[in-house]
């Protein structure tokens, strides 16, 4: 006798069904289950003076954007998931980052807003005030 596994949703033979309750094949689960918990805007506080980047209070030492995205977007990164991130500017000026999220035959592609914003971090506030007084 042969036994094959079917995905209850969509009725698909398959070797692997994902989630913990309802087992659902690889397409559905990406369906019904986000591989990610990716915001649709993302802060990306950066200082105007030295361009480091800010992450949970912490001013990084990462400079251009794609380091920057790179460092920025692996805090929603999921064990066992990988990322592969794109970006583009729009007409409007804004700057899309599409994350494309794998984990093993799963995948799916999520979409955010990058929003930039300026702050200057500690080190160089501190200079400028006291070059101001
Ligand atoms: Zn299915
Ligand atoms: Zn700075």
């Not at 592969?84 to 035959?105: F, I, K, M, N, P």
């Amino acid at each position: 006798m042969e036994l094959s596994k079917f995905c209850p949703r969509c009725g698909r033979e398959t070797d692997n069904l994902y989630g913990d309750k309802k087992k659902l094949c690889a397409g559905c689960y990406t369906d019904e289950n986000d591989l990610l918990e990716l915001p649709d805007v993302v802060e990306h506080v950066t200082c105007p003076v030295c361009g480091r980047l800010k992450m949970e209070g912490k001013w990084l030492e990462r400079y251009g954007l794609e380091e920057q995205l790179g460092e920025r977007f692996s805090e929603f990164n999921q064990d066992g998931v990988e990322m592969r991130l794109q970006y583009w500017e729009e007409e409007d000026g804004t700057t899309q980052v599409r994350v494309h999220a794998s984990a093993g035959e799963m995948q799916d592609t999520y979409d955010a807003e990058l929003r930039p914003k300026q702050e200057q971090c500690q080190p160089c506030s501190r200079f400028s005030s006291s070059f101001y007084k």
